[in-house]
């Protein structure tokens, strides 16, 4: 079915930006030559690096990859009934070829997807930090953003329930940074030691591989129950942030505190934050299994498909600054980083904006090949003393020589930084370099010293805050007293959220511990929730057959942030969400209805898609592969009333689908609209025709269309109405 939406849908948009290249001597997108001699616009970001190498297979003829032109469809034979021979180097070299096309997946993190583009400077920010690429008011530097799953396999769906990775790339002009964080501002765990159990924990069965990408299973909650840090990035994944609408729909924080350092040496802590600008938006839990079954690519499809829009995602880039000696000021460590740093007590500083504007070309060379490290890092930035961090430096090294079979990894194009490179490293698997140094070493007077050593004062070189650190010498392993508060900041994250969040998290709770057969287990996990709030840990032990605990008061406080919840606010825009018009090919006046409403929606950003009987001129999609999860709001045209009240059903789609698609877009909280005897579809499935928040029942008039596109915007913006989802009897809407 993807495959058809994506045939059908996918329009390309030329886009002329007013944003010049950053390697252009003009204010305009830089026209540059394609290998066919024609030219073609470079968007903002696009330094053409990567062009060198394409390679255009149009009207060539065969080669093997040592350059030979030869026939590969058919085998050597002796003879045409004859055993192939040996001597076929063709076969062999086929053959071999592809048995080597995959590499290892990634051991987290291995489902993603990504897209080129630039960040632009807001300001001169020499004087906090060294970075050249925040050194100047609208420069322009290419990124590649990579967003993933954290647990499932690369073939896993999109929309399981997980944290998500949220890794960038800025290729700037002192060497590659990357900020290699995830959708959630904190982590499960404090040491990077633990890693290796973490993954072991959520990971499917080692005898079954069941199940796969989610952590409804005795290993992971044993786990988050032995290992009460665990809890704070636990109520994150149990609700919106584990299920996000897209990825253009969500934030990315950078987890761990970082330092910045400006040319003096002066330091501040820092906390990376990414902002999306249309507002953070979610699934609930029915729709998003649903979804990853009816299409298990729906997140990268949507990336893909805005950009190829022209509704480029983007954010806005900030921090949170903080002075070296306030690292324990707020309340704990600010190198624990399972702990969430208030925007009230500190708000973000916004640096930049991020774009996306341009899908890879190929998967395997850029998405599934781009390696990054949190070790990579630039003059200007420099870490803290996170022990999750500090491990994290050797381990992304160690994982991407595993996956490239060799420490030339840095050399594959998506890799490769947009500046020289010069060192002694030399040789090893896959060495791509003709290195002319004959004197590979260090202090040499044979080549006059050089490479020359660059630092603080020479070369513009990285260098460690010089004053950053107070260490006491003594050897422990053990756990920093100031780290050992686990239920302070769960408390403030189920504070934050409104009360149809707080059941949604609690509904994922039930779904998650119900498939966990250890009682134990499930009675350690409430034990822990008692400790963040008596009323989560009760409403979840109802529906486990567990006595309600007494509360523990201990960790309970009032404190909250206004800048976490998915539901609270409503999205600043209604970029890019699709919007079902149903309409019936047998009707003219549905038709045109149908028409006019995309041409409407389109106009103010949304993606309309007329879904009719059969695919025909005017219809984007069949009602036979059509279903409620894919849209965000859902139109009944007038003259669709035969739809819904089809009687011995249709041999073009199950007779149940039209009515379905309102029934259950209005059980996931979607704006729900019928126009004339469109209505019909609200009266099958039971909706209110008025007085119902988010419906909207018009007649056909030109005027009240208008209206209807007026207001139907606002229900997209709203994008979920809460008060339609069940609530513990004990618990009432604000």
Not at 152 to 159: C, E, I
Not at 438 to 456: E, F, V, W
Not at 493 to 511: C, D, G, I, K, T
């Amino acid at each position: 079915m993807q495959h058809a939406l994506l045939s059908s849908l996918l329009v390309s948009v030329p886009l002329v930006s007013a944003i010049g290249c950053p390697y252009a001597n003009h204010g305009g997108d830089v026209l540059s030559k394609r290998q066919d001699g024609t030219e073609k616009v470079r968007l903002p970001g696009d330094d053409g690096f990567l062009d060198k190498f394409y390679v255009d297979d149009t009207d060539v003829y065969t080669t093997t990859d040592f350059g030979t032109p030869v026939s590969d469809r058919v085998s050597l034979k002796a003879g045409e009934r004859g055993p192939t021979l040996l001597e076929d180097f063709v076969l062999r070299t086929k053959i071999t070829r592809f048995d080597h096309e995959r590499v290892p997946e990634r051991a987290v993190h291995a489902r993603g997807a990504a897209a080129h583009g630039y960040f632009e400077s807001y300001a001169d920010w020499r004087n906090i930090t060294a970075a050249s690429f925040l050194g100047k008011a609208g420069k322009q530097t290419p990124v590649f953003l990579r967003f993933s799953t954290v647990a499932g396999s690369r073939g896993s769906a999109d929309s399981v329930r997980d944290v998500r990775g949220f890794a960038c790339r800025f290729y700037t002009d002192g060497g590659n940074l990357d900020v290699v964080g995830n959708n959630a501002p904190v982590f499960f765990i404090q040491d990077a030691m633990q890693f290796p159990d973490l993954i072991h924990s959520v990971k499917p069965r080692q005898d079954n591989e069941i199940p796969q990408a989610g952590t409804a299973h005795d290993s992971a909650w044993d786990f988050f129950s032995q290992n009460p840090s665990t809890m704070h990035t636990l109520m994150w994944a149990l609700s919106g942030p584990g299920i996000p609408r897209s990825y253009r729909h969500m934030p990315g924080f950078g987890v761990h505190t970082f330092r910045f350092v400006n040319d003096d040496g002066e330091s501040k802590l820092i906390k990376w934050h990414f902002r999306p600008k249309v507002g953070m938006a979610a699934f609930v839990w029915p729709e998003a299994q649903t979804l990853s079954g009816l299409n298990p690519d729906f997140h990268r499809q949507d990336l893909y498909d805005s950009i190829e829009r022209g509704q480029f995602p983007e954010w806005e880039v900030g921090v949170q600054i903080v002075d070296e000696k306030d690292m324990l000021s707020y309340g704990f460590d600010m190198q624990d980083p399972t702990k969430f740093l208030r925007e009230e007590l500190v708000p973000v500083t916004p640096l930049g904006k991020l774009v996306l504007n341009r899908n890879p070309r190929n998967y395997f060379a850029e998405t599934e090949q781009v390696m990054m490290n949190p070790g990579h890092v630039v003059r200007g930035i420099d870490f803290s003393d996170d022990p999750l961090l500090q491990g994290r430096l050797f381990s992304y090294v160690d994982t991407q020589i595993n996956r490239h079979g060799g420490p030339n990894f840095e050399q594959v194009p998506i890799n490769q930084p947009r500046v020289p490179v010069h060192n002694n490293n030399r040789d090893g698997a896959g060495q791509g370099l003709i290195h002319l140094n004959k004197i590979a070493y260090g202090q040499n007077s044979l080549n006059d010293g050089s490479p020359k050593l660059a630092n603080m004062t020479h070369g513009k070189g990285f260098f460690t805050a010089p004053k950053k650190r107070v260490v006491d010498g003594a050897y422990v392993r053990d756990v920093s007293p100031t780290f050992m508060d686990f239920w302070s900041h769960p408390r403030m994250y189920w504070n934050s959220l409104v009360p149809a969040e707080q059941q949604m998290l609690v509904n994922a709770a039930r779904f998650e511990l119900s498939k966990v057969a250890s009682v134990p287990v499930r009675e350690n996990v409430i034990r822990q929730f008692n400790l963040i709030d008596n009323g989560l840990a009760t409403r979840v032990a109802a529906a486990l057959g567990i006595a309600a605990p007494k509360p523990d008061p201990k960790f309970y406080h009032d404190n909250s942030t206004a800048y976490i919840s998915y539901f609270r606010n409503p999205l600043a825009s209604i970029e890019g969400l699709n919007v079902a018009i149903l309409a019936s090919v047998g009707s003219e006046k549905s038709m045109e209805q149908a028409k006019y409403l995309s041409s409407a929606f389109k106009a103010i950003g949304a993606h309309p898609i007329i879904v009719g009987e059969i695919m025909k001129e005017g219809v984007d999609q069949a009602y036979v592969s059509a279903n409620a999860v894919l849209f965000d709001g859902i139109i009944a045209t007038d003259g669709t009333k035969d739809l819904f009240t089809l009687k011995g059903g249709s041999t073009y789609f199950p007779a149940h689908v039209p009515g379905n698609l309102i029934r259950d877009g209005y059980a996931y909280g979607k704006p729900i609209a019928a126009i004339g005897n469109g209505k019909a579809g609200l009266e099958l499935a039971n909706v209110a025709t008025r007085g119902e928040k988010g419906v909207y029942v018009v007649g056909s008039g030109e005027r009240e269309l208008k209206q209807l596109v007026k207001d139907f915007e606002g229900g997209l913006r709203t994008f979920k109405f809460l008060n339609r989802f069940a609530m513990d009897n004990e618990v009432t809407q604000d």
